[in-house]
């Protein structure tokens, strides 16, 4: 009594777990010899009163009694009563979840876990009083103080500091640096010499050196403005976006194969990076630049700068196997491959830790890892048929529609008035002259086609091969009929003068193996609602069998066995199909789903489809025409339409030549030129808040949503917009990108921060961030912080244009600065983080291959199209194929980095593998020789002189000379066929040549 | 010390050295600023582990395409009994294709080894004499379930690429012992699955990168060998010229550690054409060392020369050896690059890929026992995860990261051990459960290092081997 009265208030507080229905007596005797013993042996240690007193407590769960097991620890619930398979407690006993195996000491035996289940699906029946257990709370994101954070405040234009130095200032940039500097006692270094300076702003601009012909331009020009005119002429040099494009393409992590297990190549990828190239160069505003890269697909629809901007969210790592236990989990990662590259790349923040959890650090809560995934959320990677000019096609198909538009009218005009005439006649006086002859009737075909292959289909059912023959191919036919009762399939292998050994098969010797067949039913008439139906064929009679290639084994469902007819090539062959159990054929029409499997090299150049309504027909010669019965079993009122001239055309001329101008115009029709792009294509599912980021434990729909603390009005609603009725919806991917570009109240001031620190980052070697990927709070300090909202307010002003912001560095003293030691400078700033001095740069990886073979007088300079795969190409590096498991030795060894993920800061390490390659690696060897040939003079001054000016930028000093040309005499002595390439191979190895002053 | 007092100077000294700024935390890792100064200027410098390490060098003999626990080195006579009857609870998912839920017994004959007595199935005859020498792990477990990304997993500790892989972080860790030789060797034939994402680098400066030697070149590093155009003493007068103009370079110029160290490399890269080739040069061994290694058996030669020339390596200081197994001897349709990948027959194809691995592996233990190498050198055994218990097909295995078997030997670790269980037929790691974060955990703990401190820094997040895991298995430590 007392029992029932306490089940009572129990259920009355709305803890009991099935709604009306108490704990039965058996339940309750069930948890008390099966359950609480296990508990208490097994769990309670951890996860009861006794073990919070202690403060031994897990995971803020509470096992010893009924509330603390519903109300649950740190991740929910511990079960749902009625739902064994929803129950976080049968995951963790039967060890699902990675770092959650209960008990941790080893499973509990399986007859002890399958006792869990079965308490859990009779209702978790539980006598146990006591209380829920008081979870500490975690750290709550307050998203307004958040937003106090430097990196995510409005945008805001300081005002220039008052320096005493004023006549060192070139540009606003040098006011912000001169004001730290002098408030700390250090003095600027003075202008770098002309020669660095042009070798300075070239490599910087273009990544490469200047030529000859430019040095001469350059220090013969004494003009006041000739280096601000050299600095616009390397602006809109076509280099430029060869060089930067690089820089970008290491932010996305841009490669263009799968990774993982077989890392299928991505032949359409290269599209990306020439967009990227291409809008740098046209110096395309940036927030036009990366709106286009979230949504390039749906601003753009069709075109190819559309498909190819998009480029970006595709350009991750992709899993080329998917089992079923991986699938779910993979489609996660992908998205957070795209929601953390835009968090790293694009906004400086680290989201990817929030897949699994809020910040640790920045104010970013789940929620808004979710939000941006959700908005990604049905993009999938898809190499994609592009129009190369779309625009034009589509304006010339309008033309070609208004064209057909008469063709079209007559043909309507003969449905309408002549065809039920002329078919009434023919029906009463020709029809009755053709008999049926044959039990087999050729099918109609409505389209043929192949995984690989290319087919065509003809008018009397023929399925013909015209090109592209692949391994293990499947044809698909689909064929129609009206007629039903169909208890027979025919297929007939048609010898033909075009193939090989004159067919029927594609192999050399004209054979074929037809390794399986299947047949799947379809109602034709939409209003049928039968499922379609897999049919269980036998095989039949045929013409003839190969010795181990019995017809038999085009029905085993065993692709790797099959049906050939070796020897007997070069004639026509037959084999029919019994379908087992029920006739096939729907009321209202059939849709016939032929898929033929071929083994091997082995597919069929020319085949025909039949059917008979017979069981055991005999293979026998088929009439030309498709049967009378055909027409006479067409529902009524189809007897107008099209199929029924399509068909009636056989017969009568006036139909025929109808079709035939239709199709002569549909020849005219006008073609796209395409191209495949690795690109975006609408697909996937829903995104679900996971917690812990474990696909297993989704907890509701995610919906898109921003980054809370840079939402100034404080909802997404601003960018996604309220769909009005009968409008399309504006995709997420327009809203996210409206929304990281808006620079009032969106993502706009925190995108042009770190878009800016970016800039001066590649300028100087350091950003003012630097740590170029993380503006948040685990990232460094800006060194300059006005500096830098400066540059980034200056970016917006002026339509976030880069080329004035790089003109704005690149013009300054700061930048301008020559690398010499000042001892007392030292002293204050080792570090250099006050900028008194340009330190000498490495090239990266690939500013030191293309430089070699410029030396080299190898390199091209063509732009654009696919990767090349040849290492010893001599295209541009940025050109050079990135397929992630064979990077180009060279390149990483020099620090090119694993396209895996953003990456803000390359490193820039020196190891002895480095210089073995430029000691003793062809490559380097032969640019070298190269370089000799181009430098070598009459006398060894001259030659040393030619070689400085081409690899240095620069006249050799006397003391240079002299032991240069000893050193040419010493090779000589010992042996060199030629010193110079020594000398050659000498200076391209000098610090000097790879480090940019 | 505070680590903020130094950060300055050592901030300039690690961006230029690429190190980086991630490197604050290795230099919180070293502790003192000497140390901290050390690893700046040099990145391989040797560094000192944290505490007395057991193990100064690992060599990873690496299975490629996964041997099947229940086929090897995790006996379970139920399995024996109840060959063909369902499996409880297997699940058909659990593999790449789908199994048959019926199960299948080993096909070999198993005994008891050793003073510990240690069940071997009948494709070791040569390992089984070592069984003492042995810490067997059977309860290990990974995530991914095919080749790739179960092969970075059980490597860098993740089924995502862009991990550094152990070896990275050990020689980012300690430096190496031996500056003439690269500090990290990975060994294999055909390129396993993942490639080289298995001994990326990852984020970690590409100083720490693994130098590969394909064993179909013969193992060469490229571009060791001078040009032919070249005399040393031409090279030599080379290298003089280089480190006198780029010092005076050097000196025009505001101080800047990666140009000294690019000076410094050319005469390391210079030392190394020597060093190298004789590290590997496996024709100096002795008759007698090469027939015990098998060198001289057409059935394991391959495995044979690698397992020789990694014992040449760790001999002379290379700090992470890891070999993975090439293409079996048998050849019983497992593709090449994944030789123990038993899909259809895993008695043909584990009894070809043992002969193949078998013998080479036994006579790495005994030669470094007998050279005194084996105390300080960690062998580690095993695949990237394990094979159902259920068949495949009629009598092959499918993959299985749900529960398989590594032993480790040698360095630091109990022999004769057996740690945690899978249950009664294999198939799912139940007892004392070790994720490959424990594994990576126990490495480096092995080596001096503790797993929690060995960090850095990448956009914006300190990364660290194990993760958020990684408990060190006492159980297996000596």
Not at chain 1, 237 to 265: C, I, M, P, Q, T
Not at chain 1, 689 to 707: C, H, M, S, T
Not at chain 1, 850 to 878: C, E, K, N
């Amino acid at each position: 009594m007392l029992l029932r009265h306490f089940y009572t208030a129990l259920f009355l507080a709305g803890l009991a777990s099935r709604a009306f229905s108490a704990d039965t007596n058996d339940q309750l005797a069930f948890f008390e010899s099966k359950i609480r013993p296990v508990l208490a042996q097994n769990c309670f240690e951890c996860h009861s009163a006794q073990a919070q007193q202690n403060k031994k407590l897990k995971a803020g769960l509470l096992l010893d009694s009924k509330a603390g097991v519903l109300h649950g620890g740190e991740t929910g619930p511990a079960l749902v009563a009625g739902k064994p398979a929803d129950s976080l407690l049968m995951k963790v006993l039967r060890h699902e979840i990675k770092g959650a195996e209960m008990p941790p000491k080893g499973a509990l035996r399986s007859g002890v876990i399958a006792d869990f289940a079965k308490w859990i699906e009779m209702g978790a029946a539980d006598p146990r009083s006591g209380a829920a257990p008081v979870v500490e709370h975690k750290r709550v994101i307050d998203v307004k103080s958040g937003q106090g954070w430097w990196a995510f405040r409005p945008l805001a234009a300081p005002a220039l500091p008052k320096v005493k130095n004023n006549a060192w200032i070139q540009t606003p940039v040098d006011a912000f640096i001169l004001a730290q500097q002098e408030a700390k006692g250090v003095a600027p270094n003075s202008l770098a010499a002309k020669e660095q300076l042009l070798r300075r702003a070239t490599f910087d601009l273009t990544g490469l050196a200047p030529t000859a012909e430019e040095q001469a331009a350059f220090l013969q020009d004494s003009s006041a403005d000739a280096y601000e005119r050299l600095v616009d002429r390397l602006l809109a040099s076509k280099h430029y976006g060869e060089r930067w494009g690089r820089h970008w393409l290491d932010v996305v992590r841009f490669a263009e194969s799968n990774g993982y297990e077989f890392d299928a190549f991505r032949a359409g990828a290269y599209h990306y990076r020439d967009w990227v190239i291409d809008a740098l160069n046209a110096d395309m505003p940036y927030d036009q630049f990366i709106r286009m890269q979230l949504a390039g697909d749906k601003l753009m629809p069709g075109e190819l700068d559309g498909a190819r901007a998009v480029g970006f969210l595709v350009a991750g790592p992709y899993p080329g196997q998917i089992t079923a236990k991986t699938r779910e989990k993979i489609r996660y990662d992908q998205i957070d491959d795209m929601v953390s590259t835009i968090g790293s790349g694009m906004l400086g923040v680290s989201m990817g830790c929030v897949r699994c959890h809020d910040h640790k650090f920045d104010p970013l809560p789940q929620k808004d890892y979710y939000g941006i995934a959700a908005a990604l959320a049905t993009t999938v990677h898809s190499p994609e048929k592009i129009d190369l000019k779309h625009a034009e096609t589509q304006k010339l198909l309008v033309r070609h529609h208004a064209a057909a538009a008469p063709l079209l009218a007559a043909l309507k005009q003969y449905e309408t008035h002549e065809l039920p005439k002329r078919l009434a006649a023919w029906k009463r006086d020709d029809m009755p002259k053709l008999a049926a002859s044959t039990p087999w009737q050729v099918f109609d075909v409505q389209s043929a086609t192949a995984q690989k292959a290319r087919l065509t289909s003809d008018r009397d059912g023929h399925v013909i091969y015209l090109g592209n023959k692949e391994k293990d191919d499947t044809y698909t036919i689909k064929v129609v009929t009206y007629q039903k009762g169909i208890r027979a399939f025919r297929l007939d292998a048609l010898s033909d003068p075009t193939l090989p050994n004159k067919g029927p098969g594609l192999s050399d010797n004209g054979n074929f193996v037809l390794g399986d067949v299947k047949i799947i039913a379809r109602p034709l008439d939409k209003q049928n609602k039968t499922k379609p139906v897999t049919l269980d064929l036998a095989a039949g009679t045929v013409t003839f069998e190969q010795k181990r290639f019995e017809f038999a084994q085009a029905v085993d469902n065993s692709p790797n066995t099959g049906w050939g007819v070796a020897p007997k090539m070069s004639k026509d062959h037959a084999a029919t199909f019994e379908v087992e159990g029920d006739a096939a054929g729907f009321d209202g029409g059939t849709e016939f789903e032929v898929q033929l499997r071929f083994s091997g090299f082995f597919g069929l150049g020319n085949l025909r489809l039949a059917f008979a309504q017979e069981a055991k027909t005999a293979l026998t010669a088929e009439t030309d025409m498709q049967s009378l019965r055909e027409l006479q079993s067409m529902p009524a009122a189809a007897t107008a339409d099209a199929l029924v001239t399509r068909w009636f055309a056989r017969i009568d001329p006036q139909a025929k030549k109808l079709l035939a101008s239709i199709a002569e115009h549909e020849k005219k029709r006008p073609q796209p030129l395409l191209t495949e792009v690795y690109t975006t294509k609408q697909g996937g599912e829903d995104v679900y808040f996971l917690r812990r980021g474990e696909v297993d434990r989704k907890e509701g729909k995610a919906n898109p949503d921003f980054i809370q603390v840079l939402m100034r009005n404080g909802s997404a609603d601003k960018w996604t917009g309220t769909p009005k009725p009968k409008e399309q919806p504006k995709h997420p991917r327009i809203a996210l990108g409206d929304w990281m570009t808006d620079a009032h109240s969106g993502g706009g001031p925190l995108l042009a921060r770190v878009i800016a620190n970016r800039v001066w980052r590649f300028h100087f070697g350091r950003g003012i961030v630097a740590t170029p990927n993380d503006l948040g709070t685990q990232g460094t300090p800006p060194t300059h912080p006005e500096l830098l909202e400066h540059l980034a307010e200056r970016l917006v002003a002026q339509g976030w244009k880069l080329k004035p912001l790089h003109r704005e560095i690149m013009l300054s003293a700061t930048y301008m600065q020559s690398g010499a030691m000042n001892e007392g400078n030292q002293r204050v700033d080792p570090d250099n983080q006050l900028w008194w001095y340009r330190p000498a740069r490495r090239l990266e990886a690939e500013a030191i291959r293309d430089a070699l073979l410029q030396l080299g007088g190898r390199l091209d300079p063509a732009m654009h199209g696919p990767s090349i795969t040849d290492v010893a190409s001599p295209r541009r590096s940025v050109y050079l194929r990135v397929k992630r498991s064979e990077l180009v030795p060279f390149l990483t060894m020099f620090d090119a980095p694993e396209p895996t993920q953003s990456i803000g800061d390359r490193g820039n390490t020196t190891v002895p593998t480095q210089a073995l390659t430029v000691m003793n690696s062809p490559f380097v060897r032969d640019m070298a020789a190269r370089f000799a040939t181009r430098i070598k003079a009459a006398k060894p001054e001259q030659t040393i002189a030619q070689a400085f000016l081409l690899a240095f930028c620069r006249q050799p000093t006397p003391a240079e000379t002299q032991r240069l040309t000893a050193y040419l005499q010493a090779q000589q002595q010992l042996g060199a066929k030629s010193p110079e390439i020594e000398l050659c191979l000498a200076l391209l190895s000098l610090n000097e040549f790879i480090y940019v002053d | 010390m505070p680590l903020n007092h130094l950060l300055p100077t050592r901030r300039r000294f690690l961006a230029q050295s690429g190190l980086g700024f991630g490197s604050v935390a290795l230099a919180s890792m070293l502790q003192d600023e000497a140390r901290a100064a050390a690893a700046v200027a040099n990145p391989l410098a040797l560094r000192p582990s944290l505490f007395m390490p057991k193990a100064k060098s690992v060599i990873w003999l690496f299975m490629t395409g996964a041997p099947s626990q229940v086929d090897t080195w995790d006996y379970k006579p139920e399995l024996q009994k109840r060959h063909g009857q369902p499996l409880p609870g297997s699940d058909a998912k659990t593999g790449f294709f789908t199994t048959s839920g019926k199960i299948l017994k080993s096909p070999f004959e198993w005994k008891q080894h050793g003073q510990s007595g240690s069940w071997v199935s009948g494709i070791f005859p040569h390992l089984s004499r070592h069984v003492d020498k042995m810490a067997f792990i059977h309860s290990m477990h990974l995530q991914a379930n095919n080749h790739a990304p179960a092969s970075m997993e059980l490597m860098c500790g993740s089924n995502q690429p862009g991990r550094p892989a152990a070896g990275a972080w050990l020689t980012y860790g300690l430096g190496a012992e031996n500056q003439n030789l690269p500090a990290y060797v990975v060994m294999h034939e055909r390129r396993p699955r993942g490639d080289d994402q298995i001994w990326s680098a990852g984020f970690l400066p590409k100083t720490f990168q693994a130098l590969a030697l394909d064993a179909r070149r013969g193992g060469v590093i490229d571009n060791l060998d001078r040009s032919q155009s070249q005399t040393q003493a031409q090279q030599r007068g080379t290298l003089d010229l280089l480190r006198e103009m780029n010092q005076q370079h050097a000196q025009s110029r505001s101080p800047q550690t990666d140009l000294a160290a690019r000076i410094n490399s050319f005469e390391l890269a210079y030392r190394m054409q020597t060093a190298a080739p004789e590290a590997m040069d496996i024709a100096s061994e002795s008759e007698a060392t090469k027939k015990l290694y098998g060198v001289d058996n057409k059935t394991c030669e391959v495995f044979a020369k690698q397992c020789l020339t990694a014992r040449r390596l760790v001999e002379r200081g290379v700090r992470f050896v890891q070999i993975f197994a090439g293409k079996n001897a048998g050849g019983d349709g497992a593709v090449d690059d994944v030789p123990w990948d038993g899909h259809s027959n895993i008695e043909t194809n584990h009894r070809s890929c043992g002969a193949a691995t078998d013998q080479p592996a036994a006579a790495l233990l005994e030669d470094l026992e007998a050279r005194g190498l084996l105390d300080e050198t960690l062998v580690i055994w095993g695949g990237e995860f394990g094979r159902t218990s259920d068949s495949q097909g009629s009598v092959g295995r499918d993959h299985n990261p749900n529960g398989f078997t590594i032993w480790m030997a040698g360095g630091g670790v109990k022999g004769g051990v057996h740690h945690g269980a899978t249950d009664e037929f294999g198939y799912r790691a139940v007892e004392n459960k070790v994720h490959v974060n424990d594994l990576h955990a126990t490495l480096l703990h092995l080596m001096g290092l503790d797993h929690e401190k060995l960090t850095f820094r990448h956009n914006g997040r300190d990364y660290r081997l194990t993760d958020l895991g990684g408990k060190v298995i006492t159980e297996v430590l000596a």
